[in-house]
């Protein structure tokens, strides 16, 4: 399974024992999701891109490895829900490069 990464990433501190629904119940608020649309929303610890779809009674801080990593993005909480934000249109866009796929750029 590939994951598309989209949105504005965030910080959050995950503390030690905390419940994967107690960690949600703190996204849901920053990120201001109506209890409608946040319960179809599921929750996966990413590591190297590959998602792990955890239960609500998960302990999440045992999930991140304390340990040196090589990537700011090599393990992280994901959230998996449809992409609602509007597409802009190209006048908007004149001086970016958009893209309909995912495009993968190498250095």
């Keep these: 399974m590939q994951v598309q990464n989209f949105g504005e990433p965030f ?4 503390h030690e024992g905390e419940t994967l629904a107690q960690v949600k119940l703190r996204i849901q608020k920053k990120l201001q999701v109506p209890d409608e649309e946040f319960a179809k929303w599921k929750s996966a610890f990413l590591s190297l891109g590959r998602p792990e779809y955890l239960q609500d ?9 304390r340990r040196d990593v090589y990537g700011a993005w090599e393990q992280y909480l994901g959230l998996e829900h449809p992409d609602n934000t509007p597409k802009r249109s190209y006048a908007v866009n004149q ?3 958009t893209f309909e796929k995912p495009v993968k750029i190498y250095n």
């Design 11 to 14: 910080f959050l501190v995950i």
């Design 57 to 65: 009674s998960d302990v999440v801080f045992t999930r991140f490895q």
């Design 95 to 97: 001086n970016r490069h």
